[in-house]
């Protein structure tokens, strides 16, 4: 009997599927973990923060959305290597959703 065929992702189609489940899936992520996402996401879909308007004064979410992009991009990440922090982020959370909750 053959061996069924598996079916090898690319880093780009894993972590499409990933950013779905997470959207889909996740359990009432803290703040910290939905920031922490957003910046990685933003990295790993090839987004340019110098073309991202600034928030308004009073934009606090905004602001602090891209705070937390800023902090990945002064990390030096590529987009593949947010893509790769990204799956791993989010695997880390649906086995253990306390992490890095706060």
């Known amino acids: 009997m053959p ?3 598996r079916r090898t992702f ?5 972590f499409n599927e990933t950013a779905d489940f997470k959207a889909t899936q996740l359990e009432n992520p803290s703040n910290n973990q939905k920031l922490e996402l957003y910046g ?10 110098t073309k991202e ?3 308004g004064m009073f ?5 602090m959305k891209l ?9 030096g990440l590529t987009v593949e ?7 791993e982020f ?12 706060e």
């Open 90 to 101: 989010v695997e880390r959370v649906k086995n253990d959703p306390t992490f890095m909750r």
């Open 81 to 87: 290597t947010a893509q790769e922090k990204y799956i």
């Open 59 to 63: 934009n606090i979410e905004k602001k």
């Open 40 to 49: 990685l996401y933003k990295i790993g879909t090839g987004c340019d923060i």
């Open 67 to 75: 705070g937390r992009w800023q902090d990945k991009v002064n990390e």
């Open 10 to 14: 690319t880093s780009n189609e894993l």
């Open 3 to 5: 061996e069924p065929e």
């Open 53 to 55: 308007p600034k928030p």
